[in-house]
Every structure is written in structure tokens, then in C-alpha cells.
């Protein structure tokens, strides 16, 4: 009633549940950074000691957690944390004394880049696969393409990314092991980082050897990134797909003599394409926690080789704003699904 009586526009359906959407999603962000940073002071350690250095004096260590704020209450210690945070400051490493939100500025294109090539892998084999196996419900190619689905789903990311290491670089030869890009490309020719995307990067520059050395370096990690979405997306697709191919509105097309191509591809998959976007952009938000792994296994240096380690190091700034970043990450691609799910089917 009070933005009627001051001639403001009450707010439309889609714009309420945005809103409603937001504030959940901003929820969602602090209760993870609450619980993360509850977490990492309850581990029995001491932050100051790892501050002051392995040779560090007990006065040495005190005045580092004077320095630090941890002789203060925890409470005070939180609101504190959080006032940093709506500044921008993300903190400072106890293990290296870097700026922590430089570091991830300089790591997250590192974790992205795969991740991105391998959910447009994902949707370039998955749909076509998944639409063709409803179109020919029990055939070969159907049987195939939901062997491959569940196979996709279920192989563990770990043992697949070893397996793709024995076979393409012990056995084969043809792929480097770990890394983002080789020594010898480093020396002569260095990528010069611009947007952090490699691929991007030596494109723009015309650094067509080193482009070539990092597109090798990409391919055992995005097949890997890539096999879980794609398995989803051709379960998605053939389940939505068959339910399309059997409305009335597809028999009376093929009645008047529609190619069936033309049938598959823009009749019938417009409908049924959007489960399979929201499916896979939720993997694709899942794929970022799962990419952790893949890092660690490719000494790919990444977000989460770098968690990794402040993991190990018990750098508990650097865990709790790696923690904050991958979260709002994937609470913002929930969101930007549920949005965009509301936009194409406005009954949501």
C-alpha cells in the first residue's frame, strides 16, 4: 500500500521472485561464512605461531597474535572479518603474507578456464547425443548413449584423471602430464597474462606455439570436468525429449511432412532444452568444487591447488576467503539458472 500512496510501480511477479531469490542467495553466502570461519577457529592450531614463522619466540608469537587480532573475543573477531569483507579486503596469508584476494585474482581464470570449455564440451556432445537417442527409442544408438550416461556419471573424477594420465602420456605420449604450460614454452615463448585465460590470452597476442602447448595442457582436464555434465545432459535430454516426441502438436508436424531434422532440432528441443540448461548449469557449479581434485592431481595452479595448500599449511585467511569465493561463485550460477528458468517458463 506504501508504494501505491507514493506513486511507485508495485513490483511484477518475475521482479519479486528475483528479489525473493537475491536475499536467499545473500543468506546462503554468510551462513557458509559464518560456519566456515566458526570452523577454522575451532581447529586446535595457532594462527599466530604460523604468522611468526617456524622459529619464532613465545613473545614473538604473542605479539604476532596481538598484531593479528586473535587475542581479541571471537565474536569481535567475526564482526571484524566481516567489516573487511564489504570493504573488498579478502585478508592477508599467515604463510606467505600475500594480499589473498591478488593471489585468487591470479588463480580463479586458472580454475575457470577448464571449467568452462568443459561445460561447452558438455553441451556439444551431450544434447545432440540425448536427441538422437530419443529419436530412435531401443536402438543401438539409444542403448549406447544411456550405457554412456551412466557410465559417465558414475566413474570416480580421481581414478578417471589417472587413467587419462597412464594412457595419454605414459602409453600414447601425446599429452604433457601436469602443468598449465611446459618449461621450455615458458623460456622462449611466455604467455603474458591479460585476461588469465590462457587460451585467450596467446590467441590475442598471436603466440600461436604457446596457444598450441597450452591447448594440450587443457585437454586431460576438461575431458575429465567434462564427462560428469555430460552424462547429465544426455540423461536430460533423451528423458525431455521423449516426453516432447509424443505431444500431439510433433504427430501432426511429421503429418505435414516436416523433415524429421527439422522436427528434432527446433521443434521439439526448444521445449525440451530447458531441464537440461538448468541441470547442467547447476553441474557446472558443482564442477567448481570438483575441480579441486582435478588441480591437485595436474599440478593445475589453481584455486584449489592453493586451497590445497593453505589446507595444509593451516592458513585458515586464505581457506576461509577461498571458501567465500567458491561460494558466491556458485551461488550466483544457481541464481543466474533460476532466473533464467523463470524467464523461459514464467508459470515458475
Known sequence: ??????????????????????????????????????????????????????????????????????????????????????????????????????????????????????????FAVGIPVGVLAAARPGSILDQAARLLSVTSVSLPTFWLALLLQLLFFKQLGWLPLSGRVSDAIALNSPVHPVTGFYLLDTALAGNWAAFRDVALHLVMPVLVLATYPAGIAIRMTRAAMAEVLAERYILSARALGISERAILFRYALRNAILPTITVLGLSFAYSITGAFLVEVIFSWPGVGAYTAAAVSNLDFPVVVATTLVVTVLYVAINLVVDLLHAWLDPRI
Open 1 to 122: 500500500m506504501g508504494l501505491a500512496v507514493r506513486g511507485l510501480p508495485r513490483p511484477g511477479p518475475r521482479a519479486r521472485f528475483a528479489i525473493r531469490r537475491l536475499g536467499l542467495a545473500l543468506l546462503v553466502v554468510l551462513g557458509s561464512v559464518t560456519i566456515t570461519f566458526l570452523i577454522t577457529r575451532l581447529v586446535p592450531s595457532d594462527p599466530a605461531a604460523t604468522w611468526a614463522g617456524p622459529r619464532a619466540t613465545l613473545d614473538q608469537i604473542a605479539t604476532a597474535r596481538a598484531r593479528l587480532g586473535l587475542d581479541r573475543p571471537l565474536y569481535e573477531q567475526y564482526l571484524s572479518y566481516l567489516g573487511q569483507l564489504l570493504h573488498g579486503d579478502l585478508g592477508v596469508s599467515f604463510a606467505s603474507k600475500r594480499d589473498i584476494a591478488s593471489d585468487l585474482a591470479t588463480m580463479l581464470p586458472a580454475t575457470l578456464e577448464p571449467l568452462i570449455l568443459a561445460t561447452i564440451l558438455a
